[in-house]
């Protein structure tokens, strides 16, 4: 359904562009109708930009994002198939206009039609889909609303839309934990209606908890991809097992042996440095084997 | 005890009225002991770091005592609390990265600080602290904008701890740093513990997994209040109160599956602050919540520094 | 469905309609906007009721307010109180004039500048350097001089011509930090293109900033005008508040005691951008939800 294919995206940087940087080296991945997929990366890993490229808010520098085999284009009929939510709840929703305003921009730009009164009950179903209550949300202006909520509603004004792949670039990282899995559990639920979700992260737990393949970023390139439970249950790339043993665990002391030594060919990702250790798990390291 | 907080009330003035950040902490913590401090945004646990060393204009202190090392901080004195800040109470704040002053290379602005904390440089000790957390002796001639985040925080780390304070407060130095950055900065605090710097230290933070590498003992606040205080491991293996079994319940940790086990959030929100309900404030969300949560749960010492707020617990 | 009827109608009439009954209660808007419409009406009626000429020599010079000349007369007889509502009328000509283009200019810049960036950005903003530092009185002496500009009409237009690019600079720069917004990208996403978003996502979250923007362009066309007029290269024909204070202040108005002849033209200056001021704090509060609830 979706599929990268050696994307790069350089930023031009300096007076008159004069310098560029390369945020995302020679990305290729797919995403498959009903998977949901986690990008998960520190920060400087491209992570985010390859969500914005995916969303046509950034256009890509070389190689190519298709979606349904047609390439990427920012406009009304690509988004009505493929939505975004980002991570700042607050900075998402314009703070003069009351949060409810994401809707009826919906509702002008592809329902104009639909009379008010089923429009209503759409959004009714929408959000009683999300876990709010009409009532609470409705009317009200952002800073009213906390930001577990807003990012409901959010999820809510995508569902209005048939989409097929919604990007969710770090929805959870500003709410409190005991929110936080709530919103996660809707992520997950998406699923079932047969959408796909593309969740970027730099929260392996939360990356772990909710998708069925995980793509491990850094500096812009992949590291290693494949099924989530053997990407964190069997890592191969240093910089995975560096990665998963940093996380704090709460019923395990942290991992105390030596940092990984950082493999030779660490810098050698790119679709073509990666290579397939065992049927569907690629890891960017041309000498797994001796490296640990 | 190195530090005795006695039923502190801290208050925020708004338009609206006063909004009751901490409504009555009480908690000692002991000599070389690491505090963890957890709790949802809004919980008073910010609040109560930033009473320890600095009010801001809008924070009322409206009642309570806070005693350090046998003499009563200033907490509201902020003219009188500079001769504790520093020497006494530190502070590594959260966005280490707007602390320093990105116009001044870093020894200068460690001299001109320490000068006017009446403090010589003692240059070989700085070096020495540095290459502890693991910064090179060349970072003190370069400028801010010209180290990453996690040396940043590392390098505030190591100047808020050059007069070796009793107590160092870190509020929330993590949260804004990678995973790997995040473990060698826990692990400079540890250090920081062991080499005799600071006698005990109150860690702030969301983050309850991380806080159990690092803290002997865990205190969870809710709504401005104390819910729990236990050692680390017992906060983890064997909660008491209802607010900290969810909180566990709702984290998810590598391993867990949204396919295999499906956590739950903990439904509804914090009460409003400003015109808290009566009784127990985690009432409405709790799910045994009985009669008897009409009325403010004490604190009480369920087992030996075992303190929990709850009546069903 | 009860329920959600309840909560029914949120059209975009609605919020307009929240947005006025806020602003009928906001004390500070309605003093300012009450003052500037007195003015305003002064200025539009009064020569209409007064009659006679601004300028026309009368045969009382130098006399206090009286029944017979409300403000008084000056050195050469002249009525006050005429020359004010004609003076008011001019200035609020040049002012709109002036302010309006420049501030639709600067707008027009700023915003599209702001909000596109890269190759167009620069371009938008040598252009507006360039203006920027051209000494605008100067420039402004020259033209009137060579052009023999005599009308409030042109004179308010070179004004706005000249005066745009600093508020330019000032709307660029905060569209460039409103544009990294998420909300801006949530935009795009609802299918919304670029002149729908600067107006309808960037511009009203800077309703406020815009107002004053244009309060200050309309001050700063008010006194560049008087400052034409000392110079005897304002309209000929009529008076202005600036040009009244001038000739005060020539014929030493101050040294001989005649305080109706500079006072009520400073003041309504002073009242008039005052006025603006205040009624722009009033319209922060009935745009800005967050202010509302205090």
Known sequence: MLRLHDVTKEFRVGAFGGKSVAAVKGVSFEVVPGEVVSLIGESGSG?????????????????????????????????????????????????????????????????????????????????????????????????????????????????????????????????????????????????????????????????????????????????????????????????????????????????????????????????????????????????????? | MSLQVSELKVHYRTLKGDVRALDGMSFGLGDGEILGLVGESGCGKSTLGKSLIRMDGRMRRVGGTVVLDGRELPIDDDRAMNEFRFREVSLIPQYAMSALNPTRKIRRMVTELLRSRGAALDLAELERRMAQVGLPAEVLDRYPIELSGGMKQ??????????????????????????????????????????????????????????????????????????????????VKAPRHPYTKLLLDALPEVGVRYADRRLEGIAGSPPSLLNPPAGCRFRDRCPIAGEECAEDPPVAELAPDHHVACWKA | MTVIQEVAPREPAGVRREALYFAARNGKLMTGFGIVAVLFLLGLLGPLLVGGAPNEYGPKPMTPPSGEHWFGTTTFGQDVFTQFVHGLRSTFAVGVIGGGIAAVIGMLVGFVAGYRGGIVDEILNMLTNVILVIPTLAVLLIINAYLGIRSVAVQGLFIGLTQWPWAARAIRAQTFSLRTREFVDLARMSGAGTGRIIAREIAPNMSSYLFMTFILLFGGSVLIASSLDFIGLGPTEGVSLGLMLQNANQWSALQLGLWWWFVPPGAAITAIVGALYVANVGLDEVFNPKLRET
């Open chain 1, 47 to 292: 992570k985010s930009t390859i969500g914005r490229m995916i969303l046509g808010l950034n256009p890509v520098t070389s190689g190519s994002i298709t979606f349904d085999g047609l390439p990427v284009r920012a406009g009304k009929e690509y988004y009505r198939r493929v939505q975004g939510i980002f991570q700042d709840p607050f900075s998402s929703f314009n703070p003069v206009f009351k949060a409810d305003r994401v809707f009826s921009m919906i509702k002008e730009a592809y329902y104009p039609s639909v009379p008010e009164a089923e429009w209503r009950e759409r959004i009714a179903t929408s959000l009683r889909d999300v876990r709010l209550n009409p009532d609470q949300v409705l009317g009200k202006y952002p800073h009213q609303l906390s930001g577990g909520q807003l990012q409901r509603l959010l999820i809510a004004r995508a569902l209005l839309l048939d989409i097929k792949l919604l990007v969710a670039d770090e929805i959870t990282s500003m709410l409190d934990a005991s929110t936080r899995i709530d919103v996660l559990n809707l992520l997950a639920e998406l699923k079932a209606r047969g959408l796909s979700v593309l969740y970027i992260t730099h929260d392996l737990s939360l990356g772990n908890y909710l998708a069925e393949r995980t793509l491990v970023l850094r500096r812009g390139s992949v590291v290693e991809m494949g099924l989530t439970e053997r990407v964190f249950g069997d890592p191969l790339h240093p910089y995975t097992r560096e990665l998963l043993s940093a996380v704090p665990r709460l019923h395990t002391a942290w991992d105390d042996a030596a940092p990984v030594e950082t493999c030779v060919y660490h810098d050698r990702g790119g679709s073509d440095g990666l290579v397939e250790a065992e049927p569907g798990h690629f890891v960017a390291c041309a000498r797994l084997a001796t490296c640990s």
């Open chain 2, 154 to 235: 590392r390098m505030v780390m190591v100047i808020s701890t050059l007069l070796d304070p009793s107590l160092l407060i870190a509020d929330e130095v993590t949260s804004a740093l990678d995973v790997s950055t995040q473990k060698a900065v826990a692990r400079a605090l540890l250090g920081f513990r062991e080499s005799g710097y600071v006698k005990s230290m109150i860690f702030v933070t969301h983050d309850l997994a991380l806080t159990h590498h690092i803290a002997d003992t865990i205190m969870v606040m809710y709504a401005g209040r104390l819910a729990e205080k236990a050692p680390a491991d017992v906060i």
